[in-house]
């Protein structure tokens, strides 16, 4: 890890090794039901992101089959990731908690499939959960409206089935056509951006993560690659590929780059030690695409050692196309031609603001989840 900690010196992009499990998910483990280990019983979570989301709220389930098909599926506004329920012979249950009072109007909910049994809208009123509404023959797709009501707490009730588990994709609480608990839908749906790439294990490699230098703040994802668990290394090389996360247009598109020569980097990172960058020419960036892709999303990508022919500002590109090749271009590995810190830096701004401002790291983490289920 010695480059890693020079390049900290240095630069902004880089990576240290910290351990983050997903926080939200409250073990314990229940190997009793079914002999299946992955089963969890009792899920906690919590939804916080800032204004990409109307309202923060906690949730809690009374199960899931696995940590990946746990409750905070149903506020991503993606029908294909989903809520298992274990099979048992108890009740299932979703609460969600928005902590004081709120005006609610309806519930909507989407299953995975036609056939469902009945289910409860409650509220929490005097310690006792009391159905305020009941969905006797759900279709895929219901809006329950509700008899405008003021509640903190709010319980969907999929009464004892031991037959199958439920599956739920979705789930709403409108106060008219404002949904209360979701993500803006913009926010899903968009392919990991190098070719076999994971999420960064790491906090130092997120979004939001603090810096000493440049505003204080890292402003995207260091992307390594799936062969070592544990940041970048040689596995990312010059020939990966870098890939468009969404259909969209080339805005920026470095064709005409020039690397910083060693002396040029040591005078320019001392000097942002102390001041903001601007991203235009001689950063630590180095070679860029950006697209635009749905209203006010742009996803930038740096570092590229190249540009894959034809990408030009205006031009078109789908989802998963090769954009670029993944280097050190803005880094000392350049200045000094070698291979020090291959890796991809993928920034994700909304509205002209960084996917990850003013959240916490767990959140932005969860965010991130979303953003790239497909
Ligand atoms: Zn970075």
């Known amino acids: 890890m010695t480059f890693i900690r020079k390049l900290s010196i240095g630069v902004h992009r880089c990576s240290s090794v910290v351990f983050l499990l997903l926080t939200f998910c409250n073990l314990p483990l229940r190997p009793e039901f079914g002999g299946n280990a992955n089963v969890i019983s009792k899920q ?33 506004s993606n029908s294909n ?40 809208v409650q509220v929490l009123n005097r310690e006792v959960w009391t159905t305020i509404y009941t969905n006797a023959k759900p279709e895929k ?18 009464p004892k089935n031991s037959e199958t588990s439920y599956t739920l994709a979705n789930l709403r609480i409108l106060l008219g056509e404002t949904n209360l608990t979701g993500i803006d839908s913009r926010l899903t749906g968009f392919a990991f951006p190098i070719e076999n790439g994971i999420m960064p294990t790491d906090d130092y490699s997120l979004p939001g993560a603090p810096r000493k230098y440049r505003n204080g703040t890292h402003k995207g994802l260091d992307i390594g690659s799936k062969t070592n668990f544990f940041g970048m290394n040689s596995a990312v090389n010059k020939e990966t590929k870098i890939l468009a996360a969404q259909d969209g247009i080339v805005i920026r598109s470095d064709l005409n780059y020039q690397p910083m020569t060693e002396t040029e980097f040591k005078e320019i990172s001392t000097y942002n030690q102390t001041h ?16 635009e892709h749905k209203a006010g999303i742009i996803t930038s990508y740096n570092h590229l050692s190249g540009i894959q022919n034809g990408i030009a500002v205006g031009i078109k590109v789908r989802k998963g196309d090769t954009i670029g090749y993944a280097g050190n271009s803005g880094l000392l590995g350049e200045a000094k031609q070698n291979n020090e810190a ?28 979303y953003f790239f289920s497909e």
Request: charged fraction near 25%; include cysteine; glycine fraction near 8%.
């Open 276 to 291: 903001p960058v601007t991203f235009v020419d001689k950063d630590f960036g180095g070679r860029q695409v950006w697209i």
């Open 44 to 76: 906690k979570g919590e939804i916080n992101f800032g204004r990409l989301a109307n309202v923060p709220f906690k949730f809690i389930t009374s199960s899931c089959i696995s940590e990946s098909n746990c409750g905070q599926n149903l506020f991503d």
């Open 342 to 369: 291959v890796h991809l830096h993928f920034e994700i701004w909304v509205d002209g603001e960084f996917l990850g401002n003013d959240m916490t790291l767990p959140q932005i983490r969860k965010l991130l989840n």
């Open 141 to 158: 797709k219901n809006k329950d409206s509700l008899v405008g009501i003021d509640a903190s707490t709010i319980r969907i009730l999929f």
């Open 81 to 120: 990731t989903l809520w298992v329920t274990d099979k048992r012979n108890e009740n299932e249950w979703v609460i969600i908690d928005f902590g004081s009072k709120r005006l609610l109007s309806g519930v909507e909910t989407e299953f995975a499939f036609m056939s469902q049994t009945p289910y409860e």
